[in-house]
């Protein structure tokens, strides 16, 4: 069967979710990070996202790929820019072009988190060079495509080789005994990667076109989400040290009262989106069953 739809960005964290999920009904993309079976593209190159969506011919483009590192992006705005709004320019427009559905991954840094979580309606501020590109790539998509899902998330964990999310250093730092300094006044909306991935399947496929929050339904402050992670991973907590937002000399500012609202997404959805708890105990299971 040929794949029917494209993940740009496959070889990163969302990504390979996401190519897990689909299984052989997609292919994916790389551009630095060489996997097998996945495709090379270089996103901020035009000419070569048109020839791969010309060759491929996508019902769905699927995009997570991003410069999501938010600090970097603080110092080396010409490399966010490239990436986070030409990049994906160039690919919501190869949809557009050739008549697939995209769907695009955005962020809550978008808002400047004094009053979270957001609803999909809440008027957008962002606060760091990393919110204000994918701001711009959101602004984009909605008023040149037809055809579109803007999914906005929060918190995303789970399994990653790389160990390139939250729950990744928690776990090795936990397991050493190394402090972590951890967030006391940063709320979020914890959202576990393969309950995303199964979320993401299904907005793709709805009769819907507009902004998503496909994410966890608890509004939780940095340091408590940690330690409920210790204690379901059964690790001693005291290596956690709460930390104030001023103290951690973060190069961008966060949202401090982060987070989106997922409930109008939740009713377009037969995918139940989890608990944080939910989520942490099936990162669980996934970590055991790679024991």
């Known amino acids: 069967m040929r794949p029917d739809i494209l993940v740009v960005g496959a070889s990163g964290f969302v990504g390979g979710a996401l190519l897990r999920a689909y299984g052989r009904r997609a292919i994916g993309t790389y551009w630095h990070s060489a996997t097998p079976g996945l495709e090379r593209l270089d996103m ?15 019902r769905i483009i699927i995009h997570p790929a991003a410069q999501p590192n938010v600090d970097r992006c603080e110092s080396e705005i010409d490399e966010s820019y490239r990436v986070n709004v030409t990049g994906t320019v160039n690919v919501a427009r190869a949809a557009r072009r050739t008549g697939a559905r995209y769907l695009y991954f955005s962020t ?27 701001l711009e790539a959101e602004v984009f998509i909605r008023e040149n495509l037809d055809n579109y899902v803007i999914a906005r998330t929060c918190g995303v ?12 250093a928690l776990l090795d730092k936990g397991r050493r005994g190394e402090p972590m300094r ?4 940063q709320w979020g909306t914890p959202t576990y990667v393969d309950n995303l991935a199964q979320a993401v399947q299904e907005l793709a496929e709805l009769d819907f076109v ?18 409920l992670a210790a204690e379901i991973l059964g690790l001693d907590p005291s290596f956690l040290q709460a930390t104030p ?30 608990s ?6 099936a990162f669980k299971k996934d970590m055991e069953g790679r024991a």
């Open 44 to 58: 901020c190159d035009a000419a070569a996202v048109d020839a791969l969506v010309d060759r491929l011919q996508p």
């Open 108 to 134: 809550d840094y978008v808002f400047n988190g004094k009053v979270g979580p957001a609803p999909v309606d809440a008027p957008t501020d962002p606060l760091s060079v990393y919110g204000r590109h994918k």
């Open 157 to 168: 964990f789970g399994f990653h080789p790389q160990g390139k999310n939250f729950i990744m």
């Open 182 to 185: 951890v967030p006391s006044d």
């Open 210 to 227: 507009g902004i998503a929050h496909p994410v966890g339904p608890d509004f939780l402050v940095r340091i408590e989400f940690a330690r």
């Open 245 to 274: 937002t001023s103290q951690l000399g973060q190069a961008a500012a966060r949202p401090v009262y982060g987070g989106v609202d997922n409930r109008s997404t939740q009713a377009l959805l037969r995918t139940r989106l989890m």
């Open 276 to 281: 944080a708890r939910e989520g942490l105990l």
